[in-house]
């Protein structure tokens, strides 16, 4: 069964940073690409990130480029999120999703984790 | 970037109903289309994908169809467990972008 757990959230203040960790399980994890996705309360979804199965290719939404770092770690079936200089903006719940490109869509969700950014 | 807009944002229907939500994409995106479903507080559900590919697993009163910059997603015959929201989500050369929802409610 895939299985996408993710943790790490939590609350910071504007301007402080915080790292996400999303966990794998049920498949062969080096072989998909994985994303982030994220959803301020109350609103919709919005795309994140997205990293390639080897790490080659990234992309990041233009909200959080320069300030978001997406990563992986094969050996630990694991995928990260780098935030700093987070701002109020950035609250949210922030999912793992794989990428299936056979299909592009996102196949597999993690339940999500909750990042707040208040003073 | 494409933006992705849906119609109707909420949308009042009773068991039984024929539903369809539509999504609008600002340019073509050919089929590179997916349907989500999503119950408060849990994560969403992929549902159709390639505008027209039934998850597996998902009920077939579900269906996609469409091409080009229009897109709809039809539940046949709404059941109690169909009442959620659900997104719209194409795929454009490393750009992702998702529908702003669409509610649909118990009348």
């Known amino acids: 069964e895939v299985q996408l757990v993710e943790s790490g959230g939590g609350l910071v203040k504007p301007g402080g940073s915080l790292r996400l960790s999303c966990g794998a399980s049920?498949?062969?994890?080096?072989?998909?690409?994985m994303n982030w996705v994220r959803q301020a309360p109350g609103k919709g979804l919005e795309w994140v990130s997205y990293?390639?199965?080897?790490?080659?290719?990234?992309y990041y939404a233009d909200s959080v480029k320069g300030r978001f770092t997406i990563s992986r770690d094969n050996a630990k079936n694991s995928l990260y999120l780098q935030m700093s200089s987070l701002r109020a903006d950035d609250t949210a719940v922030y999912y793992c999703?794989?990428?299936?490109?056979?299909?592009?869509?996102?196949?597999?969700w993690g339940q999500g984790t909750l990042a707040t950014v208040s003073s | 970037d494409i933006q992705m807009t849906q119609s109707p944002s909420t949308l009042s229907a009773s068991v039984g109903d024929r539903v369809t939500i539509t999504c609008r994409a600002s340019?073509?995106?050919?089929?590179?289309l997916a349907w989500y479903q999503q119950k408060p507080g849990k994560a969403p559900k992929l549902l159709i994908y390639?505008?027209?590919s039934l998850e597996s697993g998902v009920p077939s009163r579900f269906s996609g169809s469409g091409s080009g910059t229009e897109f709809t997603l039809t539940i046949s015959s709404l059941q109690p467990d169909d009442f959620a929201t659900y997104y719209c989500?194409?795929?454009?050369?490393?750009?992702?972008?998702f529908g702003q929802g669409t509610k649909v409610e118990i009348k």
């Open positions: 999703a794989r990428w299936s490109g056979s299909y592009s869509s996102f196949d597999y």
């Open positions: 390639r505008a027209s």
């Open positions: 340019q073509s995106i050919s089929g590179w």
């Open positions: 049920g498949f062969t994890f080096s072989s998909y690409s």
């Open positions: 989500q194409q795929y454009n050369r490393y750009s992702w972008t």
């Open positions: 990293i390639s199965s080897s790490s080659s290719t990234i």
